[in-house]
């Protein structure tokens, strides 16, 4: 690895959230490169479609037929030929000759001067092309309809075979973080199960003196962990085999020990604490020692600290993978802020997703923001309307990087970036959601 100080890895200056962002991509490309070479066919699993929820696809599902299979009616109403809307009069009638519904194709021809009662999704009979949808016609005698020619063309209002999808063509592509309509879609082309790539194995664990497990007494000036269980919750909607190593004592042996156990276990390593000024140079001797890592001053907030590398394969293991750490701050809303920041992104991608970024949206901020330009800010807020029915956002109460609550009321973060200063009330911003309704 470039150690060089133009590695942003090992930069130690305030570094740009971009920047950071980079670094942690181009780290996750080495690994993906490096399992390349390794052997890849145990990366791959066959799972039901009960099971594939939030999984990622890792080869294109081919389509093994055409949607829709033949010709069928978009709409309630009356199937005919379209010829006779090339002859020029006011009205059109026809009579009505029987009647085909989704599932109960009607087996008679339907002639010139004739029309079949369709309903929504039944087989076009054959001899007809055009639907004129029900509440277009009027009726006298259920035996005839009439409607005016001008209301539709030749062809209208007909779904062709294959026109959502041809055979043999694909229909969900490889890197597809999959959601429920993926689920579906695989259904109704009849597949049952689906190759997506093995769950990553992410081991989380929380460092420092003052923390106290739940269910255990707390002693004056301790507190409970609380990051081990909203990073559970973060993990386990990307749908990840959890490694949870607990508590670490702040002391050399422990940490080291707990280190070298995750990464004989684990893709990933996350921890959180331990990387705050005056912490950080205890965990960085023992960083030294287990693998590359680089402790950095992210220009942002909440979040600053943070270290991010990788850990060497520990001798004597079956697993030659390095490991990928983060270690996140130990205040709890900077690990929210930090996991959403970078360790999303950074696991979808090293589990092979093609999407990997949280979309933005846009929303009017309902009170001026403060902001100092130079460092990329992550305020909890929650989405709203005016009165004209725009998004709006107000802030949720303190903003402290420890306070927890604020978090648990807001629906999404105001994102103000870099060189952003002062937002006055009424100002578009960018919002990151915190839930996708997808
Ligand atoms: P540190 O980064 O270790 O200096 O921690 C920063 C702040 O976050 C301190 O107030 C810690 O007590 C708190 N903190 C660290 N780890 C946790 C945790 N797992 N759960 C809740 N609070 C934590
Ligand atoms: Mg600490």
């Known amino acids: 690895m470039n150690h060089s100080p133009n590695n942003p890895i090992f930069l130690s200056s305030s570094l740009h959230v971009d920047d950071a962002r980079k670094a942690i991509t181009q780290m996750v490309d080495e690994l993906l490169a490096e399992a390349r070479l390794l052997n890849n066919s145990a990366e791959i699993n066959i799972v039901s479609l009960d099971q594939a929820i939030n999984r990622i696809l890792a080869e294109d599902v081919l389509s093994p037929i055409d949607v829709p299979s033949a010709d069928n009616s978009a709409m309630d109403g009356f199937a005919f030929n379209g010829k006779c809307l090339e002859i020029n009069s006011l009205d059109i009638t026809l009579a009505v000759v029987g009647t085909a519904l989704a599932g109960k194709p009607y087996e008679g021809k339907v002639s010139d001067g004739e029309c079949l009662k369709i309903m929504t999704g039944a087989l076009m009979p054959s001899g007809c092309d055009t639907v004129i949808p029900q509440e277009l016609t009027t009726s006298d005698n259920p035996e005839f309809i009439t409607f005016r020619q001008n209301q539709l063309k030749p062809g209208e209002n007909r779904r062709l075979r294959g026109e959502d999808l041809q055979k043999g063509k694909p229909a969900i ?42 269910g255990q007494p707390l002693e004056s000036g301790c507190i409970y962990d609380s990051n081990r269980y909203s990073l559970t919750g973060l993990l386990n909607r990307l749908n990840l085999e959890i490694i949870d190593c607990g508590i670490v004592r702040d002391d050399p042996k422990s940490l080291k020990e ?35 890592v680089g402790f950095w001053k992210i220009a942002m907030r909440p979040g600053r600290p943070m270290a991010f590398g990788t850990l060497k394969p520990v001798p004597g293991q079956s697993s030659a993978k390095r490991t990928l750490f983060f270690g996140l701050p130990g205040n709890p809303v900077a690990v929210m802020v930090t996991f959403y920041q970078f360790v999303r992104s950074a696991l979808l991608q090293l589990n092979g997703a093609s999407q990997t970024e949280v979309p933005l949206s846009q929303a009017i901020s309902e009170t001026p923001i403060r902001k100092k330009p130079g460092r990329t800010e992550f305020q909890r807020a929650i989405l709203g309307r005016n009165a004209e029915g725009r998004p709006t956002v107000r802030l949720t109460g303190s903003q402290g990087a420890g306070i927890l609550r604020s978090m648990s009321e807001a629906s999404c973060f105001i994102i103000l970036h870099h060189d952003q200063g002062n937002i006055a009330a009424g100002d578009w911003v960018d919002v990151a959601l915190f839930d996708g309704l997808l």
Do not use: H, N, Y
């Open 258 to 292: 707990a280190f070298i156990e995750a990464s004989t276990q684990a893709d990933v390593l996350i921890s959180s604490g331990g990387v705050s000024v005056g912490e950080a140079d205890f965990t960085k001797q023992i960083m030294q020692e287990l693998g590359d």
């Open 173 to 214: 592509a490889a890197g597809r973080l999959l959601r429920p309509s993926d689920l579906g879609l695989a259904a109704s082309l009849g597949i049952a199960s689906l190759k997506v790539k093995r769950k990553l194995r992410v081991a989380i664990l929380s460092s420092g003196d003052e923390l106290r497990s739940l």
